[in-house]
C-alpha cells in the first residue's frame, strides 16, 4: 500500500536526504535578505540581533508548522489566532488562580486540541470547505476569548512560567530550543511515519488516497488537532514574554503561518511543503521585519513587503509545480 500511496503525492526534486531544490531556494533567499540587510544595518548581524531574529520567529514557526501539516493534507486553518488567545486567556487565569504550571499549561494544551478537533471533524465529516469551517471558527473561538474575559487582558502570569519561556538556556532562548524540537518531531512525522505518507496522500489526491486505504478523516483531524496544539504552545512562549494574555492575542498570526509555509515551499494546492522549508520561511519574514525596523520603515511598508514576498513565492510554486 505504500507505494501506491507514495503515487498520490506530490513529487519534488532532492539535493541531499530531505533537503528539496526548493529549500536550497529558500535559503538562498534568505541568506541574500540577510545579506541586504547587514549592508544597510550595521547592527543587524550582532550577536544580540540574531538572537532576536530567532525568538521572534520562534512563534510564527510553531504556528506554521502546524499550519504546514494543514496545507500539505489539502487543508487550511484561519483559526489558529483564536485558537492561541482561548488557549493563552485560560492558561494564564489559572496560573493567576494559583494552579501549578504543569496542570496549566496541560489545560492550555487540552483547549488547543479541543479547538483543532473540532476544526478537523467539522471538515472530515461535515463536508465543508475547510476555509469556510475555520474562517467560522475564527470568529468563534474569538468571541468566546473576549466572552471568558470580558474584554479584558489577564495579568500577574508568575515568574516560573515566565522563566520557563521565556529564559534562556546556554544563551539560547528556551522558545528557540522549544520550537526546534518541535521542528524535529514534525520532521520525523512528515517522513519517518505513516501519517506522513497519508498526509500527502491526502492533500496530493484524496480519492486516490482513498482507494489506497489512506484513513482519511483521521488524518484530517489528526493534522487539525496537531495545528491546534502548536497554536497553544506559540501563545504560551508570548504570554511567557508578556507576562499577561490578552484575548485580542494572536490578530491576524494565521495570516504570519500560511506566509511561512507559502514562502517555504508549501503548496496550498495541498500535497507539497516542508518542514525545513517552512522554518526557513519563519526566519525569512523575521529577518525581514527585524531589518526593516532597524531601518525605521513604517509598518505599512513592512506589511507590503510581506504581501510581496507571498506573491513572489507562489509565482515560484506555480513555476516548480508545472516543471513537476
Not at 302 to 321: C, H, K, S
Amino acid at each position: 500500500m505504500s507505494d501506491a500511496i507514495q503515487n498520490t503525492s506530490v513529487p519534488s526534486s532532492k539535493i541531499f536526504g530531505s533537503f528539496s531544490v526548493r529549500d536550497a531556494g529558500t535559503l538562498i533567499g534568505l541568506i541574500a535578505i540577510m545579506v541586504i540587510f547587514g549592508l544597510l544595518a550595521p547592527d543587524f548581524f550582532s550577536h544580540r540581533n540574531l538572537l532576536n531574529i530567532l525568538q521572534q520567529s520562534s512563534i510564527n514557526a510553531c504556528l506554521a508548522l502546524g499550519m504546514t501539516l494543514v496545507i500539505i493534507s489539502g487543508g487550511i486553518d484561519l483559526s489558529v489566532g483564536p485558537t492561541a488567545a482561548i488557549a493563552a486567556v485560560i492558561t494564564a487565569k489559572l496560573l493567576v488562580a494559583g494552579v501549578p504550571v504543569p496542570l496549566a499549561i496541560l489545560a492550555g494544551m487540552g483547549i488547543g486540541t479541543l479547538c483543532g478537533l473540532v476544526n478537523g471533524v467539522l471538515v472530515a465529516y461535515a463536508g465543508l470547505q475547510p476555509f469556510i469551517v475555520t474562517l467560522g471558527t475564527l470568529s468563534t473561538y474569538r468571541a468566546i476569548a473576549l466572552i471568558y474575559t470580558g474584554g479584558n487582558p489577564v495579568l500577574g502570569v508568575p515568574p516560573a512560567f515566565r522563566a520557563l519561556f521565556n529564559g534562556t538556556l546556554m544563551g539560547i532562548p528556551n522558545s528557540v530550543i522549544m520550537v526546534a524540537i518541535v521542528a524535529v518531531l514534525a520532521w520525523v512525522l512528515l517522513k519517518k511515519t505513516p501519517l506522513g505518507e497519508y498526509l500527502l496522500a491526502v492533500g496530493g489526491n484524496e480519492e486516490a488516497a482513498y482507494i489506497a486505504g489512506v484513513p482519511i478523516a483521521v488524518t484530517k483531524i489528526t493534522a487539525y488537532v496537531i495545528s491546534g496544539v502548536l497554536a497553544a504552545l506559540a501563545s504560551m512562549i508570548l504570554i511567557g514574554r508578556l507576562g499577561a494574555a490578552e484575548p485580542i492575542l494572536g490578530n491576524l498570526w494565521e495570516l504570519d503561518a500560511i506566509a511561512a509555509a507559502a514562502i517555504g515551499g508549501a503548496s496550498l494546492m495541498g500535497g507539497k511543503g516542508s518542514v525545513i522549508g517552512t522554518i526557513l520561511g519563519a526566519i525569512i519574514l523575521g529577518a525581514m521585519r527585524n531589518g526593516l525596523t532597524l531601518m525605521n520603515v513604517q509598518a505599512f511598508y513592512q506589511l507590503l513587503a510581506t504581501g510581496l514576498i507571498i506573491l513572489v513565492a507562489m509565482m515560484i510554486d506555480r513555476v516548480t509545480r508545472g516543471r513537476g
